[in-house]
């Protein structure tokens, strides 16, 4: 772990397009012991052969900025193109900040992560998650990739997680939806029915006089 864990806006800022009041003060331990377990947990569903079930997992914010297809896409494209993504992840920074009223009372934290490839460098990942106040479960609401500058040297190119926007669906169904998972997501919704139409029911001109 570690060492003393710095609170700020910047976090929440980014993610949600809005200004919070959050207090600078040190998380409580609690709230750092649980996400880090469960940030680990997602990477590897990630990069160890299960990112479709990740994608499942994450929050509704996640899942409508990258679309199933896409995400599951981009990681084996990945995968393929660079060996070493899915080695172990050593944690190597911590933020911490939580909305205040009049904002949804929610705890944000965001954890770093380095892998060292074969080639040289190392791949970063940063996840966001988030908790409103008293639910117990953590909720990814943002993934960021990148390599170091040596990894760039040794052509450990990652290609940009192809995210749709950043904002806008926020602000049309509330915050609590950003870190709430869709329920269902595993299975596509069914398509209502559709009218046919049958050209027997048609109604028949009367014959002219």
Do not use: C
């Not at 864990?5 to 409580?28: D, E, F, H, K, Y």
């Not at 409508?64 to 990681?75: H, K, L, Q, T």
């Not at 595993?186 to 009218?195: C, G, I, L």
Request: charged share 20%; proline share 11%.
């Amino acid at each position: 772990m570690m060492g003393r864990i710095r609170g700020g806006a910047l976090v929440v800022a980014a993610l949600t397009g809005v200004a919070s009041s959050v207090t600078g003060q040190s998380p409580p331990a609690s709230a750092i012991d649980s996400a880090e377990p469960f940030i680990t947990r997602w990477i590897e569903l990630v990069w160890r052969g299960s990112s479709d079930q990740a994608w499942v997992e994450a929050s509704t914010w996640f899942q409508a900025r990258i679309g199933r297809f896409e995400w599951n896409r981009w990681v084996e494209t990945q995968r393929v193109r660079q060996r070493g993504l899915g080695g172990p992840p050593r944690l190597i920074g911590t933020n911490y900040v939580r909305d205040e009223p009049p904002l949804q009372p929610v705890e944000w934290v965001d954890m770093t992560f380095a892998v060292d490839l074969p080639a040289g460098g190392r791949f970063l990942q940063r996840v966001w998650v988030a908790r409103p106040e008293g639910e117990t479960d953590w909720y990814v609401a943002n993934y960021g990739v990148s390599v170091d500058p040596q990894a760039m040297v040794a052509n450990a190119a990652i290609d940009p997680i192809p995210y749709l926007g950043f904002g806008a669906w926020h602000h049309r169904h509330g915050f609590i939806g950003i870190v709430r998972p869709r329920p269902g997501a595993s299975r596509p919704a069914p398509e209502p029915p559709r009218a046919v139409a049958n050209p027997a029911t048609f109604r028949k001109r009367p014959p002219l006089q």
